[in-house]
């Protein structure tokens, strides 16, 4: 192999390493925590209480399920990881719990 090519490879590895880093350093820096979700939650259902909570892994970041009981009003709000809301389900009185 000669040295061109040994110097290519290099730049290649090198960008490819820089992708992965900016990419990691970028997840890390925009996904959420639960505070900040329950904060969502609560945002979208006008206020309330959580009555029920889920968190589950998807790899380097959760995912957030919350019930709100807002009044006799309840929202099941799912959450991304970053902040989206992916689903959001109301309802009156206490079905929520069936």
């Known amino acids: 192999m000669s040295k061109s090519s040994k110097k290519i490879i290099g730049i290649v590895l090198g960008v490819i390493l820089v992708v992965?880093?900016?990419?990691?350093?970028?997840?890390?820096?925009l996904r959420i925590d639960s505070a900040e979700a329950?904060?969502?939650?609560?945002e979208q259902a006008g206020g309330?209480?959580?009555v029920e909570r889920e968190v589950s892994s998807e790899g380097l970041w959760?995912?957030?399920s919350?019930?709100?009981?807002?009044?006799?009003?309840w929202y099941?709000?799912?959450i991304g990881g970053f902040g989206q809301v992916g689903e959001l389900k109301s309802g009156t009185g206490d079905s929520w719990k069936y």
């Open 20 to 29: 992965i880093v900016v990419g990691l350093v970028a997840v890390m820096a």
């Open 62 to 64: 959760n995912e957030y």
């Open 38 to 42: 329950e904060q969502i939650a609560l």
């Open 76 to 78: 099941e709000i799912e």
């Open 66 to 73: 919350y019930t709100v009981q807002n009044g006799d009003t």
């Open 48 to 50: 309330g209480e959580i």
